[in-house]
DNA sequence: CAGAAGTTCTAGCGGTGCTAGCGACAGAAG
DNA sequence: CTTCTGTCGCTAGCACCGCTAGAACTTCTG
């Protein structure tokens, strides 16, 4: 233990280490597929402990908190959204901008929960300054790479800012039943038609 | 009791039925205090049963449980921002879009525990059919009518439906600080440029 | 093998929303 | 004035929550 470590000592402390990691992996898919099952009511520290089939105190050996959970779900998600961003490329006669639009709100629709620790909750993850998860950065990332070929002289960065706030505004207030579903598509379509071509570009 | 009720029963009666509802007020108005003060989590039904006085079981006699009383509260809260959106008119050289913006945002950064009872947490506050309470109409309203002067050609409630969806998000991604403070005024140009004179008035 | 080190579990604390059932009190009847 | 009756608010308690101290078990070391 002193100075050179034995072999056997090693190899066992990997194994160790793996295991605790995939155990922490476990967790956090399991708080994921409970919230996305029966919502994050229903994710107790109980019933998550229950789940991955050990007793509530190995939860907090693993994270702060309950809120630390939700943290490390709501970053997977992150990076789950950017790499559908990512992949997703407009066929023709589509425009970038809709298609990301379509991709962000599909996501939201389809991962309410997911979408609801990510965005909604508060949840005390480093935003502004500071630690900025990388997933975010890319997701951001992916919106200002939509926004770009309809920025004109904008602000890109302002722009991508009113792109993101709209769609969130539209994915939250549609979850909460609060817009009319058949105005779904001309509601995308205006907005899409306000962002694009505006008449910002140059005026006599 | 049976048929004609003798003067003083009635009169006592009415005493009651007004003792009755200012209680109710007063148990909504301290819910309000309260989650003002110190957010929604401070809100137990022990601490609002201290704040009016009376035990627990008195609340359940007058709302269903503590999810009635929040949207009591976010109910009193669309009466209000209705009655802000209605007083504010434009100066000279403002656009009533804009102030109608201003004035949403302002109320949203401003008594933002209100806002999430409104508008972030569910509240299973009939929006769709049936029984919408007349304070959310006139809110919405107020907006139809900010948007109208600006609408050209597009679908009046869809394009109030955008409107408000964008305020929306940039007013809770804000309170989340999730968006950059020093582009705030940039952000609102940028959305009331793009929603303002569209190039959608007509096409050649 | 005994002892040390580390890890997991049991049990419990103070809080939550909510409710059953008791006791006090006001109005009606005699 | 007494007695009955029905309403009303209270005390006390349930099942659950997030979280943690300390016992109990396993595993490694000498």
Redesign the pocket.
Known sequence: ?SSGA?F??VS?QNR?ER??AE?HRLIIEAARELAEAEGWD????????DKV?????????HF????A?VRAVAIEGCGELARLLRQARPSRGESRLRVAAETYLRFARERPALYDAMFVQQSDIPWGTGEVPQELLDAFGELVAAVEPVRGERDLEALTEVFWSSLHGIATLVQGKRLRPELDETRLDLLLGALSLAQHEERP
Chains 1, 2 share one sequence.
Do not use: H
């Open positions: 233990m034995r056997g000592s066992i160790r295991e605790r155990r229903a994710v107790t520290t109980r019933r998550l402990a089939e050990y007793s509530q105190p190995v939860l907090y050996s702060k908190g309950k809120d959970i």
